[in-house]
T-cell receptor, first 112, second 113 residues
Framework: EPEVTQTPSHQVTQMGQEVILRCVPI?????FYWYRQILGQKVEFLVS????????KSEIFDDQFSVERPDGSNFTLKIRSTKLEDSAMYFC??????????FGPGTRLTVT | KQEVTQIPAALSVPEGENLVLNCSFT??????LQWFRQDPGKGLTSLLL?????REQTSGRLNASLDKSSGRSTLYIAASQPGDSATYLC????????????FGGGTRLMVKP
């Protein structure tokens, strides 16, 4: 069964460094998402992406964040200058038109 | 702004019991509602999706209902098993182009053998 994959599974970085989190959505899906979950808190929406552009973003998704679909398979989230409060589990998700969103296993980002 | 609440926050039941998890949301103008399972330190596994025009969906021992006008959904688990132990998340899909999901805080379920 097709699934969303994410790399790396765990990333440790120092405050102020740039990180890129990578996702491979399910191949025939058209909508792509990033969410995050800070330890012990709710899953929060960051950004949605369709037809090679951002369709919606939350207040969390400020100028430090960017997304890209560099080729036909990858979907990336870049954080330009990480802060301690960016430490969280980051989930990528994808879906077809009206169907459910499928989530990847997540990347645990630790900022020290 | 959509707010999603799940009650109870935690539940412990003996194996074999039928149980109901509750989800409420403040804005009834939703596109769909999705129930997920999350195991500790893991990703989210989609269990059921209910479109806004539907009243319920069933998959195996799971049944989810939706009452959009009252802002409520329930997840019914029949004949619970220890393997059902996990956190169950309710997420409401926005009725816009992005269809972002707004999540509740989850119900942490423990099924004792």
């Amino acid at each position: 069964e097709p699934e969303v994959t994410q790399t790396p599974s765990h990333q440790v970085t120092q405050m102020g460094q740039e990180v890129i989190l990578r996702c491979v959505p399910i191949s025939n899906h058209l909508y792509f998402y990033w969410y995050r979950q800070i330890l012990g808190q709710k899953v929060e929406f960051l950004v949605s992406f369709y037809n090679n552009e951002i369709s919606e973003k939350s207040e969390i998704f400020d100028d430090q964040f960017s997304v890209e679909r560099p080729d036909g398979s990858n979907f990336t989230l870049k954080i330009r200058s990480t802060k301690l409060e960016d430490s969280a589990m980051y989930f990528c998700a994808s879906k077809r038109q009206i169907y459910e969103q499928y989530f990847g296993p997540g990347t645990r980002l630790t900022v020290t | 702004k959509q707010e999603v609440t799940q009650i109870p926050a935690a539940l412990s039941v003996p194996e074999g019991e039928n149980l109901v998890l509750n989800c409420s949301f403040t804005d009834s103008a939703i596109y769909n509602l999705q129930w997920f399972r999350q195991d500790p330190g893991k990703g989210l596994t989609s269990l059921l999706l209910i479109q806004s025009s539907q009243r319920e969906q069933t998959s195996g021992r799971l049944n989810a209902s939706l009452d959009k006008s009252s802002g409520r959904s329930t997840l019914y688990i029949a004949a619970s098993q220890p393997g059902d132990s996990a956190t169950y998340l309710c997420a409401v899909g926005a009725n816009n182009a992005g269809n972002m999901l707004t999540f509740g805080g989850g119900t942490r379920l423990m099924v004792k053998p």
